[in-house]
């Protein structure tokens, strides 16, 4: 059922001098006593609906009966008699229609919205009817009509409508939203309360006017919706302007992971249901790519490759003192950990944990490395034990031994664990050792023959394709050191083709280093169904939406692109797997690192970046 909430579309009306059909309102009363049905759609026209028909009856005598193209929002007008029960049927379609063809010339229609109402004495009443992409190929009972995917009941109070003006259907009108200009400040909204979808503005958004939220579908398409409607848009807590809660239905739609991406605008004042989208040029777009006319997105979203990562922790008394200060916007480092191994990206990937130092025991032989303390499982397994582990001080030793890296990652340390794994179950596979001090002395130091830790990383992306990653902390003052640990991680991971990630000097950058690893560890590989449909590959694209740029990319086929190839740019078939290059590869991660970065920074969990097939539309 429609509902209009007062205490906003009062304002907005005593605003803009239009009417409501309530009490209040009544000296607004004209001599016409009648109907406006308003139709219109944010889907995208011509791919999505390109056709609809407007049809009002009033018992089984049909009063208005238009079929229209969705181009432009449609209006149509009915006199009736005071008390009059209406039914107003709209019904959008894929294809042209005929004039005047009721009943889509047999169509079965992709999306419908109904509502029954009566006519008040003396007021034109205005009836707005948005065919929403919630709401395509939803299949409601009689008397009930879809708002955001939720059949209802398809009763209209007329007590909560307005009196027609004819600014309400203008798109040109100066009250329309003009996305050119409501999103040019925008910004992820923060997933704060995920059960009630919750959502926030960041730190240092400033709220001039209103918030305008858009909705990002599953085809990454787009919706704007209305602030203060409570049953398919948004409503703001009063007491607090920069929190604001979806809709239950929408809310549901999110969960279900038909919602990409939820984003915040504050340039203009909210949107309510009497703001229509403005559709003068220049107002209607906002400079980002939409989807070409020759690909049909699909809902359904390509997931990322699992990645196995072995995570070697220094738990000397030098990382203690270290760690013992905030690292990351007053986060402590055990809940950065917790939320860069929440990133959506990472929950089919395998993650194990061992602690350094080892000891003269493993150098030369089988060690305790082989099968780490937290062994290979699933990241939210991995992240609650590793995260139990580093907030427990009892953990962390009272002085600095050697740290016997150089035996933790001999080939039968570490490395040799990656073996266990299913063959090919993994795409990539990431050694990360996180530590302050001694990066080099150990087995070979001590007269045991051996290689250096970097001979050994070296060695394990040759011959096992193990990358191998180092986080290097600053030293505890007080802390002996034989050796420059920066040279010794810069060895480390240059030789093992990994990444270092020097928060030696300010150990905040420890948020922005573990944003930058998960985003190496979870993009650019992706699991493609054995359903998936790989004719006309030159004519795919992948695409994804970069919530923070607030537009949509699109990804082309290279044949090119490949693991011998990998800075050709594109993207390829590599088995079952769709793998990304060059600098589309660094594209999509450099935004999906953003968007951890972000998250972590507000102390929330990372949010989704999926990643489409959109394939030569049929």
């Not at 509902?3 to 239009?18: E, H, K, M, N």
């Not at 026209?45 to 028909?53: E, M, S, Y």
């Not at 990383?457 to 002996?480: H, I, K, W």
Request: glycine share 8%; hydrophobic share 40%.
């Amino acid at each position: 059922m429609l509902r209009i909430r007062g205490s906003v579309s009062l304002s907005f009306l005593r605003f803009f001098g239009l009417c409501a059909a309530g009490a209040a309102f009544l000296a607004c009363t004209s001599e016409q006593t009648g109907l406006v049905v308003f139709a219109s759609t944010q889907a995208r026209v011509p791919k999505d609906l390109v056709a609809a028909t407007i049809t009002v009856r009033s018992g089984p005598r049909v009063v208005a009966c238009r079929s229209v193209s969705l181009d432009a929002p449609v209006s149509v007008e009915v006199s009736g008699a005071d008390g009059e029960e209406l039914t107003v049927d709209v019904a959008g379609f894929t294809r042209a229609l005929e004039p005047d063809s009721c009943d889509g010339g047999g169509e079965k229609p992709r999306v419908e919205r109904h509502a029954q109402m009566r006519l008040s004495r003396g007021v034109q009443l205005y009836l707005p009817m948005q065919l929403r992409w919630g709401c395509f190929d939803a299949a409601c009972s009689a008397g009930q009509t879809c708002e955001q995917g939720a059949c209802v009941s398809d009763q209209v109070d007329p007590t909560h409508l307005v009196a027609y003006d004819g600014m309400l259907t203008s798109g040109s009108a100066s009250y329309c939203l003009p996305r050119s200009l409501c999103f040019d400040h925008r910004a992820p909204a923060l997933l704060v309360d995920p059960a009630r979808c919750e959502y926030q503005l960041p730190d240092g958004m400033t709220l001039d006017q209103g918030i305008n939220v858009e909705l990002v579908q599953d085809t990454l398409a787009r919706e704007v919706l209305d602030a203060n409607d409570p049953a398919e848009g948004f409503s703001v807590d009063p007491k607090a302007p920069s929190k604001f809660t979806l809709a239950p239905a929408l809310c549901e739609r999110i969960q279900q992971g038909k919602i990409s991406a939820v984003s915040a605008g504050v340039g203009c004042p909210s949107k309510t249901v009497f703001n229509p989208m403005c559709t003068d040029p220049g107002k209607t777009g906002d400079g980002h790519a939409t989807e070409a006319p020759e690909t049909c997105t699909q809902p359904a979203e390509l997931a990322p490759s699992p990645s196995a990562l072995y995570f070697l922790f220094d738990r000397s008394a030098s990382t203690k003192t270290v760690l013992s200060r905030d690292t990351s916007d007053a986060l402590s480092f055990p809940d950065l950990v917790r939320l860069a191994l929440a990133t959506p990206a990472l929950a089919a990937s395998r993650i194990a944990f061992e602690s350094l130092p080892g000891t003269t025991d493993a150098c030369g032989g089988a060690n305790q490395f082989t099968s780490p303390e937290v062994p290979f499982s699933s990241s939210a397994d991995a992240a609650a034990a590793i995260t139990q582990k580093l907030s427990d001080p009892t953990q962390f030793l009272t002085s600095n031994p050697p740290l016997y890296l150089d035996a933790a990652l001999q080939p039968n340390g570490a490395y040799w664990a990656f073996s266990l794994l299913p063959q090919g179950s993994v795409a990539q596979q990431r050694t990360v050792i996180v530590g302050s001090h001694d990066l080099w002395t150990g087995c070979t130091s001590s007269g045991a023959a051996g290689a250096t830790p970097a001979d050994e990383s070296f060695r394990a992306y040759n011959q096992r394709g193990v990358r191998t990653d180092v986080l290097l902390f600053g030293v505890a003052p007080g802390t002996p050191v034989s050796r420059d640990p920066f040279v010794d991680a810069t060895a480390i991971s240059r030789m093992g083709a990994g990444i270092f990630f020097d928060a030696s000097v300010d150990s905040s950058l420890a948020g922005q280093a573990f944003a930058q690893l998960v985003s190496e560890a979870a993009s650019c590989f992706y699991d493609l169904p054995s359903t998936t449909d790989r004719t006309h590959l030159a004519e795919t694209k992948v695409a994804y939406f970069d919530v923070a740029g607030g537009g949509r990319v699109d990804i082309s086929y290279n044949a090119a692109c490949s693991e011998k190839n990998p800075y050709a740019d594109g993207w390829n078939l590599e088995g079952p797997r769709v793998r990304v290059c060059g600098n589309a590869c660094g594209g999509l991660r450099g935004v999906l690192q953003n968007a951890i970065q972000y998250a972590i920074g507000h102390h929330v969990t990372p949010p989704r970046i999926p990643l489409h097939w959109a394939p030569r539309c049929r």
